[in-house]
């Protein structure tokens, strides 16, 4: 599903550039579950950012789903965000002004889904996800939690092959990031190719392979 060779991204910060990423190879298979560890400022960002088309590398390739990334213009590189990924972030992104099913929708206004249809594929998504008596409560009726979960859907409405989550349990405490971790769990095992960056081990347990970066680089890549 996704392969990278010899990966780079360098920023220029003040008289000298910081090596992000330092020639990263990586390949990951469908329905791998994979947790990204390493010290802050190692490259995880970077890396997740890549992998989801949000920034481009400075040197190397990038295949996603038998594309060659670099060679696709802006409104390839927009449609395939919107149909092959879902993400996740830590402090979940979601629309205050805007209900929960609504924020789910959000992604199907950019394809051709009838209004009808996208409420309804969201409210049974939302469902799926324990949410029914939360449907129409905007975020900041919800718990951190719930906030996620939302998130989640949301991320997984257009049915994306890969979902990359940076740091999804950064602002929620131990036991709702273990429900959250059984989600992903639940969610691999139908199938679905799933990428976070974590800093906890507990968290990283959950995924069947772990890979820590140090400066840039892919410092050890085993099963978990
Ligand atoms: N937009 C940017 N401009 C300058 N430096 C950056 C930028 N993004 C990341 N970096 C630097 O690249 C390195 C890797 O950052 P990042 O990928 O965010 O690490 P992590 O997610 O592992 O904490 C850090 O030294 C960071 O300061
Ligand atoms: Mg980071």
Redesign the pocket.
């Known amino acids: 599903m996704i392969r990278t060779d010899n990966l780079c991204r360098r920023f220029h910060v003040g008289d000298s550039w910081v090596h992000a990423l330092d020639s990263v190879d990586l390949a990951i298979d469908e329905g791998d579950f994979v947790a990204v560890m390493g010290p802050s400022g190692s490259g ?2 970077t890396l997740m950012n890549i992998l989801g088309c949000l920034d481009t590398p400075d040197d190397g390739r990038y295949r996603l789903l038998e594309q060659e990334v670099e060679l696709l213009d802006d409104a390839e590189l927009s449609r395939i965000r919107n149909v092959h990924i879902g993400f996740v972030f830590q402090s979940f992104h979601l629309l205050p002004r805007l209900t929960a099913v609504e924020n789910v929708m959000l992604p199907l206004r950019y394809s051709n889904t009838d209004l009808l249809q996208a409420r309804q594929h969201a409210e049974h998504l939302l469902t799926r996800l324990g949410l029914d008596d939360r449907l129409h409560h905007k975020p900041n009726q919800l718990s951190g939690g719930q906030r996620q979960r939302v998130a989640i859907a949301r991320s997984l409405v257009n049915q994306p092959p890969l979902l990359l989550a ?2 999804p349990t950064g602002n929620l405490d131990s036991k709702t990031s273990d429900e959250i971790m059984e989600l992903f769990t639940e969610l691999n095992r139908g199938g679905q190719t799933i990428l976070m ?1 974590t800093h906890e081990d507990e968290i990283a347990t959950y995924a069947r392979r772990l890979i820590r970066m140090r400066d840039g680089k892919i410092e050890d890549d085993s099963l978990n």
Do not use: G
């Open positions: 995880k960002s940076d740091e960056v």
